[in-house]
């Protein structure tokens, strides 16, 4: 859980299921891209930490993060990785634009994970001010992105324990 009292890179690597048979697609937004980028480095440098090869790991971009939902539905039908990290940034404004956005792809994401037979991971940072988001994509608390690969690898090892029972 991100909070001001943890550092979201901090994972006991011990606790992190092989990864080295998964596969994941990412989608990643545009918009913010200082922030989105270092994301997506967070996410691809933890799945490859964790064992994951290169060519399975597909990235996707799109325009900004009302765009993930369909995006990420097209790397899930196109590419059938075992998850799909969907990372964004959306910066409160002045008007309540953020609060659509923001509700919108939440809602958006849900849904996929119910419609799919595959976890799709919410790595989209929603934050008050640009500062807020850069000590949250390698920032004093860490990189969302990290925490959203771990997530993803947890839960695709949850999956593939289900399908054995």
């Not at 890179?9 to 545009?30: L, R, T």
């Not at 325009?63 to 369909?70: D, H, M, N, V």
């Not at 996929?112 to 934050?127: A, H, K, R, S, V």
Request: some cysteine; aromatic content about 6%; charged content about 20%.
């Amino acid at each position: 859980m991100a909070s001001s009292l943890k550092n979201l890179s901090s994972h006991d690597p011990a606790q992190i299921p092989d990864a080295s048979d998964m596969k994941f697609g990412i989608i990643v937004s545009e918009w913010n891209e200082e922030v989105t980028a270092a994301l997506l480095e967070g996410a691809v440098n933890t799945l490859s930490k964790h064992g994951v090869l290169k060519d399975n790991i597909h990235i996707m971009a799109v325009p900004g993060s009302f765009e993930i939902t369909f995006g990420a539905r097209i790397i899930a039908e196109k590419q059938n990785p075992d998850a799909v990290i969907c990372l964004g940034c959306i910066i409160q404004g002045e008007t309540r634009h953020f609060d659509f956005i923001c509700q919108g792809v939440t809602h958006g994401i849900t849904e996929l994970n119910l419609d799919f037979d595959i976890p799709f991971i919410y790595g989209i940072l929603t934050t008050d001010n640009q500062q807020q988001a850069l000590d949250r994509c390698g920032g004093k608390h860490g990189n969302k992105g990290d925490e959203a690969a771990v997530t993803a690898i947890k839960m695709v090892a949850l999956k593939k324990s289900g399908d054995h029972m």
